[in-house]
């Protein structure tokens, strides 16, 4: 191993006390190269950054720290078709800091030194690091030293500032746009993606007459009912006459229900349906016809329903559906729907951008030859007899309302389907696997918080 002046750290997460400080760690002190020729004792080069090579043994470490992480007793021989699995892998691990740091150099982009030492203390404190001896204990179990770490952290704050530069969103905030409420933050992130009020409006035109479970706008009808269900048309006879002698009160419908009804769901409320019919629901009640053609307040019966036997029912409460109008609160959150979607569309642009621009410029030996080397030729694959052939690439282009017929409806923020959009910053966050255009096999974005919806989180809702 070389000397701690020159060796590259293997970058591992550094878990303090519970795993809450994440480290990719790079160190290295050797100068760029215009030849892509890789040195002597090394297996990669980044060219035309400084401290942008691989070391064999900082590979061979990180390799059985792989092998480790898979459940793996040792490297698989390279013969093996998880051990291109494990390179690919590690690679990716090695590399993508050096291009953040390459990528952040030529755009200009620092960190500053009580930034990064800010961001150490506060993690130090979250993990619960109290003192020194505790702080010497976990940098011992990890084989790091503090430096390191701080390297780590340096590392993260560059590409936290580089994805603020390249595709600035909730999660990628600038410096002067992360001290804003999230309305302000709404609208400078509107104002820098073009969303105009032409936008919204025709964002709700386009979804305000979808029922809320489509993503749309509109609360559908519903209808409260309490029925009676019995496979004996002479036992729903019997029950009408005893309530309609009961004059159709609670008490009446609570004894004759316990008596005659054979549902399971309601027999032991008083016939009640356990919740509201919706109309049109994509998980319709079976009695959603008749409780709809039914009048409300009277008793309808018997209804032969086929399978299910012989039914009576009473519409207690009829509920008309209703859409939400554009108020300013519907605003916001459209626009912040608009803003999230199109964010994704420039951080994939990057991304793309990114992942061949530092890929060509990424040589590497024969033993790290991985998706994120220049010249890497993947091996052709068959499918096994028997398999499906793979389907149709679909997609990856963000879809703005009218132009698709997706669900317009984002409940956890902006969370595009795979296969259908491309996915923004997220650790671990992989784009559509049925891409093979955009990124290499198996690449994942460059890690960052995950993407969520700019401003106003909340979907649009109703009340009924």
């Known amino acids: 191993m070389r000397n701690a002046s020159r060796r590259t750290k293997v970058r591992v997460a550094v878990a303090f006390a519970i795993a809450i400080i994440v480290a990719l760690v790079v160190t290295a002190t050797t100068t760029g190269f215009s030849d892509p020729a890789v040195p ?4 990669a080069i980044v060219d035309g950054v400084d ?5 064999q043994d900082d590979f061979d470490a990180a390799m059985k720290q792989g092998a480790q992480s ?4 040792q490297v698989p021989d390279p013969n093996d078709d998880q051990y291109a699995q494990l390179v690919g892998q590690v690679m990716q691990g090695l590399v993508l800091p050096i291009w953040v740091r390459g990528e952040a150099e030529e755009r200009g982009i620092t960190v500053d030194d009580s930034d990064v ?9 979250q993990a619960g690091i109290k003192n020194q001896k505790d702080l010497e204990k976990i940098l011992k179990q990890q084989d790091l030293t503090e430096q390191e770490v701080l390297d780590g952290i340096r590392d993260q704050l560059l590409q936290d500032k580089l994805l603020a530069e390249a595709a600035p969103g909730s999660q990628s905030l600038p410096d002067d746009l992360a001290q804003l409420t999230p309305e302000e933050q709404t609208q400078k992130l509107a104002d820098h993606y073009g969303v105009s009020d032409h936008d919204v409006q025709a964002y709700y035109d386009t979804a305000k007459d979808k029922t809320v479970a489509e993503g749309g706008f509109t609360t559908p009808p519903t209808r409260t009912a309490r029925i009676i269900l019995n496979t004996s048309e002479d036992k729903i006879n019997a029950a009408k006459a005893e309530l309609e002698k009961g004059d159709l009160s609670d008490d009446t419908w609570t004894k004759v229900a316990k008596k005659y009804s054979q549902d399971q769901t309601s027999n032991a409320n008083g016939g009640q349906l356990p919740q509201p019919v919706e109309q049109g629901s994509a998980t319709p009640s079976p009695y959603e016809d008749q409780i709809f053609d039914a009048p409300v307040k009277e ?3 018997p209804i032969d329903t086929g399978d299910r036997g012989f039914l009576l029912l009473q519409v207690t409460k009829d509920t008309p559906g209703k859409t939400q109008p554009l108020d300013d609160q519907l605003k916001q959150q459209i626009t912040a729907s608009i803003v999230n979607n199109r964010q994704q569309q420039v951080f994939y642009d990057f991304q793309k951008s990114f992942f061949e621009k530092w890929t060509a410029r990424t040589y590497c030996t024969s033993a790290a030859d991985s998706e994120f080397c220049a010249g890497y030729v993947a091996p052709e694959t068959e499918p096994a007899e028997g398999e499906p052939v793979p389907p149709p690439v679909q997609s990856t282009q963000p879809i703005e309302p009218g132009t698709s017929e997706i669900p317009l409806s984002f409940p956890s923020g902006y969370q595009p389907t795979q296969g259908d ?3 923004g910053p997220g650790a671990g966050v992989q784009l559509p696997a049925d891409d093979t255009s955009a990124l290499p096999a198996g690449a994942t974005t460059i890690p960052s918080g995950a993407a969520g919806t700019t401003g106003t989180t909340t979907p649009p809702t109703t009340t009924p």
Do not use: C, R, W
Request: hydrophobic share 30%; proline share 4%.
């Open 70 to 73: 898979l459940g793996l007793q």
């Open 40 to 43: 002597s004792g090394d297996v």
């Open 299 to 301: 008793l309808v019966g």
């Open 51 to 55: 401290n942008g090579t691989i070391s």
């Open 421 to 423: 959009l491309p996915q």
């Open 117 to 125: 030492q800010d961001e150490y203390e506060a993690q130090k404190k």
